[in-house]
């Protein structure tokens, strides 16, 4: 059959993956404007995290599938980058419109193949959405810069489009992390190859059938699914001039060095370890509301979670507080409204979350509060369920605090002064994001100084900065030089073009040819 043959009702088969208890479907590639069934006989199953059920089927692309999908993005960038930067905005203004209209229906899609609670994806989409709205500012980001040299003479810039970009998803924000990628990436003029996580296409699916009514034409964004196979097409590919990716270091520095080997740049935000300190000065009752909020929503799968708390000083009396926070949480589907926090992502992941509580004990911390063998509602016992987990007397050698948990569990310390507190966030070798509790503006004033993490917040828990700004975690936590979003953003996605113009009148003068360096008196 061919390519059109085998072209699918796009529009209610790209929403249908994300219906909970309907029979699984396959997900479709998203190639040249159609989406089509892969002819692979590698299926991923997607399972719903709080039923095992199985939602969907995720194809292996065939290397004929992804060659065609890189042929089409490489196409469609010859006839996108000649359109005016007012017809790309267009396009973003419309699909502002749409993402936020179909809010719900993308959320529902995230609570089925992700997990977690239903308001908490809604929150997914809205963070990406604020994106494409910044995103709609294109006119302004893009301007160059000018200098009149001489009477005749002028230099200036101009921000161009790489051609075809690639974005290599993680499975936590099925909607958030692709929406920090395709659309600036178009809206600079690029074209797009996107990999959604092999664990949770729906939400992409979505946003690609939303982007083709906005009117971004076919090719501009292409959807391809698989695992490492296509990971590797898409770090080998010599259309494809940059890469973004967001998910574990050992998949990011795979990534980061077979792409940046075949000349291309790359972006890798990874994992984290996110450090509260608590002041025995700061607000109780909100440091503890946010801190439990912080550590236990998204059932701790956010990058940005604070999984590790400092307690400084007298502040270690709160101990109980927090534990009194955790143990009201409950525990269950995100379809519930009543839920705090969903199941993680695979039985997998809740073996290894399990393994790493169990090393903290080992290793001689006190559980204080131990999630493991949480009663979830009748109906979702082969969930992946763990209740909030507290390990207190944690000291920075174990296990449990050096590894990204990645789960419900917050890890505390105690320290007697800041400066002590500050030693220990510069020691860890991740720097994506850090948060202090403080009344005293010098106390946080000397935080911000000293800390060695690329996000700050004070008296704020998970400081994701909003897109006009950029998503700058540091050190262990990034790899490349320009961040996502932002100015930054349009960096990364543009190169930039300097021009210098001579326009004289008629030189009369000296026929003798110099060979000295130009240097523009
Ligand atoms: P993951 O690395 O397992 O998967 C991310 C992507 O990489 C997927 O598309 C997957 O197909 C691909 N991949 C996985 N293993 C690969 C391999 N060996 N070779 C090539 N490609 C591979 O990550 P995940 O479990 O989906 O996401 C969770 C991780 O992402 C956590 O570590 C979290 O901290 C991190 N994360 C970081 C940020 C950030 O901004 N720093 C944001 C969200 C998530």
């Not at 898409?234 to 574990?248: N, Q």
Request: net charge neutral.
């Amino acid at each position: 059959t061919t390519l059109a043959g085998r072209l699918l009702r796009t529009g209610a088969r790209a929403l249908a993956t994300s219906v909970p208890g309907a029979t699984p479907t396959k997900a479709p590639l998203y190639i040249n404007g159609e989406f089509i069934e892969s002819r692979t006989k590698d299926w991923i199953e997607v399972r719903n995290p709080a039923t095992q059920e199985v939602v969907s089927l995720v194809p292996q692309a065939t290397p004929d599938e992804l060659e065609e999908a890189a042929r089409s993005s490489a196409a469609a960038f010859q006839t996108w980058r000649k359109t005016s930067i007012l017809t790309r905005q267009r396009v973003m203004l419309e699909y502002q419109a749409l993402i936020r209209a179909n809010m719900d229906t993308i959320a529902k899609s995230i609570v089925t193949e992700q997990g977690k609670t239903f308001a908490d994806a809604q929150g997914d989409v809205l963070r990406g959405l604020q994106v494409v709205e910044a995103a709609c500012g294109i006119t302004d980001f893009t301007m160059g810069q000018m200098l009149a040299v001489a009477k005749d003479m002028d230099t200036y810039t101009i921000r161009e489009p790489l051609g075809v970009t690639a974005g290599i998803c993680p499975f936590n924000f099925p909607a958030m992390i692709p929406l920090w990628m395709f659309p600036i990436a178009t809206v600079c003029g690029n074209t797009s190859l996107i990999k959604p996580s092999e664990r949770d296409p729906g939400a992409t699916q979505i946003l690609a059938r939303l982007a083709a009514e906005a009117g971004l034409p076919a090719g501009v964004l292409n959807v391809v699914h698989g695992a490492v196979d296509t990971v590797n097409f898409l770090c080998d590919h010599p259309s494809v001039r940059a890469i973004s990716f967001v998910g574990s270091d050992h998949a990011g520095k795979h990534i980061y060095e077979r792409g940046t080997r075949n000349g291309k740049r790359v972006q890798a935000n990874l994992g984290a370890k996110n450090h509260g300190i608590i002041m025995p000065d700061a607000d109780r009752n909100h440091t503890l509301n946010q801190l439990t909020g912080a550590a236990f929503g998204a059932a701790g799968q956010r990058c940005m979670a604070l999984s590790t708390v400092v307690f400084v000083g007298s502040s270690r009396e709160w101990i109980p507080d927090i534990l009194a926070r955790a143990q009201e949480l409950k525990v269950g589907s995100g379809f519930d409204a009543q839920t705090d926090v969903g199941p993680v992502i695979s039985p997998q992941a809740l073996q290894r979350i399990h393994s790493l509580i169990q090393s903290g004990v080992d290793e001689g911390a006190e559980l204080l509060l131990d999630g493991r063998q949480v009663t979830v509602a009748a109906g979702l016992e082969k969930g992946n369920f763990i209740g909030p987990t507290i390990l207190t007397g944690v000291k920075p050698h174990m296990k449990c605090y050096q590894e990204e948990i990645f789960g419900p569990v917050l890890v505390c310390l105690e320290v007697d002064t800041l400066d002590e507190a500050i030693a220990l966030v510069n020691q860890n070798r991740y720097g994506n994001g850090t948060a202090i509790f403080t009344r005293s503006g010098a106390t946080a004033r000397k935080f911000q100084h000293e800390v060695d993490v690329g996000q700050i917040g004070i008296n704020v828990p998970i400081p994701v900065p909003l897109p006009m700004f950029s998503f700058t975690g540091s050190r262990g936590s990034f790899l490349g030089d320009i961040n996502f979003y932002g100015r930054n953003g349009i960096n990364f996605y543009t190169g930039i073009k300097t021009v210098t113009s001579l326009w004289r009148a008629e030189d009369a003068g000296e026929t003798r040819a110099s060979v000295n360096m130009p240097t523009m008196h």
